[in-house]
Structures are given as structure tokens and as C-alpha cells.
């Protein structure tokens, strides 16, 4: 099926709910995929993390739109260019992973979406596998941490997070396994943050980071019990955080890891995570180019 055919599918049947971790975990797995991209001797080559939201259709509450989201510094190349295509490495439902090829331009024009301010790492491409082939979930919209809900839940230094994404050392010879990691937040601040010579928003987490979690969605892990005046005893809640940028305070060093792609690999690194803040998804999700997205399927 062609990604502009495919954008709509039924919200009950791939819709994650998270309550309890321990449980959730491996359904929270299916929402990742990782992007890979094919050297010259069309070996396939992974070099970062996707994962999959679902936007529900206004006229149909039992339908959504569905897109891949990842950073954006994962799809451009070393030359600042985006590639013409990527390809998702997915697990199928026989057990084992397979690869789908995900044009970045269709008919010459971008199959993406981007915010007009470019110091947000986010980058937004419809695209729904065949669900009869692939074992795959999304994350529904209504997860997103927006600016209220991190408000009104009293988000803040301390507060648990976990990510899950692609680990270069090991994601899986005939089967995709990310890897989780754990940690909590270090700093929120409404203050832009100098990183990689740019002014961005982010949010800082005291968790460590290598190449190949970027893109990797960060979740809010919240105890409600964890304020000493909220009394309600109940399942911990979860929200989508973010999207993993990068490590923060490193240095580095570089490694090519084929002709088109260098990597940069920390050798020192300050145990903190930049982080894009998932408010800025939610309203690039809002935005009129996914609108306009949404009236081609």
C-alpha cells in the first residue's frame, strides 16, 4: 500500500494503553521501529529510532491517522541533505524482522513534516506498514505530555523517565530487540538551551544516551503518590515525554560507519540526555501541513 493510501486505520485495534509497566512492556516495544538506510552494497545499515502516533480522525473516533515520528537530525545526511528514502526495520508477525522502504519525497515533493523553526529535532512522515505483515502499535495522541498536562501534574527534577530504542552494540540478528533505560528528569526550564550551536527547548534527564537513540521516545514515569498532598492511591501514569535528541555535555569523536554516514561516538559523556519536548510534536501534529497531509490519503 502506497503511505498516502494508508495514513487511516481502526485507533481501537493498534491504540497502546499503558497502566502498568511491568505488564506493558513488551506492547510498548511494538511502537518502535528502527531506521536503517542501505549502503552501496545494499547492506542495510541502522542509524536510529522510530516510533509510531496515532491521531484520531475528527468525522470517525474509531479511526486515526497514523505517523512515523523520529529526530530529524536521523534522516539528513552528512552533507545536511535528507535522504531520499529510509527503510523501517520492523518485527513481522511471523516472528521475525523485516525491512519497509519509506519514501522521504513522493512525485518530487517531501513526504515529511517539519516546523518552521529549525531548532526543533523533530520530524513527522505518514506512513502506516501492512498491519497483516508487521506486529507493530502506536502511541495514541491523547499520551502526549503538552504543556498543560505537564502543568498539571506537577512534572518535575526527579520524576522517573525511561526510553526505548535502537543500541547499536546489539538490536538483533533476525529480530528487533530495543533496549530500555531508565532514569529521571534533571532539568526543566522555560529558558532555551544551547546545544550543538543551536538555541533549542529541551529537557534535560539524567540518563545516558549513545548513537542510535536518537528519535527513541521518552516516556514520564509518575507515581501518584509521589507528592506528599496528593492522597489518590492508583496505577502509575505515563506520558510521552519526547523525543530522544542526544547526549548532552559530551565529547566526541567520529566513526564512519559506511560512504554517506559518520556517526559521532562520545568517548567522555556527562551522564545527561537532551531531550525535545513532546509539546512541540503535539503542535507540529496540529499544524497545517499534517492538515493538508490528512485531506490526501
Request: aromatic fraction near 14%; charged fraction near 25%.
Amino acid at each position: 500500500m502506497k503511505p498516502m493510501k494508508k495514513l487511516i486505520f481502526l485507533l481501537f485495534f493498534f491504540c497502546l494503553f499503558i497502566s502498568i509497566f511491568s505488564q506493558e512492556n513488551q506492547e510498548l516495544k511494538k511502537c518502535v521501529a528502527f531506521i536503517c538506510i542501505k549502503t552501496a552494497k545494499k547492506d542495510l545499515v541502522p542509524i536510529g529510532t522510530g516510533f509510531f502516533v496515532g491521531v484520531p480522525d475528527k468525522s470517525d473516533p474509531n479511526k486515526a491517522y497514523v505517523f512515523l515520528v523520529t529526530a530529524k537530525h536521523v534522516v539528513i545526511d552528512t552533507n545536511g541533505k535528507y535522504y531520499k528514502e529510509i527503510y523501517l526495520r520492523l518485527n513481522t508477525k511471523s516472528g521475525v524482522s523485516k525491512e519497509e522502504l519509506i519514501p522521504m519525497y513522493i512525485d518530487g515533493k517531501p513526504n515529511f513534516v517539519i516546523d518552521s523553526d529549525k531548532s526543533i529535532d523533530i520530524v513527522v512522515i505518514p506512513t502506516l506498514p501492512d498491519p497483516d505483515r508487521f506486529d507493530f502499535k502506536f502511541i495514541p495522541e491523547n499520551m502526549i505530555a503538552t504543556k498543560d498536562i505537564v502543568a498539571s501534574e506537577n512534572i518535575r527534577e526527579g520524576d522517573d523517565v525511561f526510553f526505548t530504542g535502537l543500541f547499536v552494540n546489539y538490536y538483533g540478528r533476525n529480530k528487533n530487540y530495543p533496549i530500555f533505560r531508565f532514569g529521571k528528569v534533571a532539568l526543566l526550564t522555560d529558558e532555551r538551551i544551547y546545544f550543538d550551536k543551536t538555541l533549542s527547548y529541551l529537557y534535560l534527564l539524567e540518563t545516558t544516551s549513545f548513537g542510535g537513540n536518537s528519535g527513541s521516545p521518552v516516556f514520564f514515569k509518575l507515581n501518584p503518590t509521589r507528592n506528599p498532598n496528593n492522597l489518590i492511591i492508583g496505577p502509575q501514569k505515563y506520558f510521552l515525554a519526547g523525543i530522544m535528541k542526544g547526549y548532552f555535555g559530551a565529547e566526541f569523536d567520529t566513526c564512519e560507519v559506511n560512504i554517506k554516514k559518520t556517526i559521532k561516538i562520545p568517548f567522555q559523556n556527562t551522564g545527561i540526555a537532551a531531550v525535545t519536548p513532546a509539546y512541540q510534536l503535539k503542535e507540529l501534529l496540529d499544524s497545517k501541513s499534517i492538515m493538508k497531509m490528512k485531506k490526501t490519503k
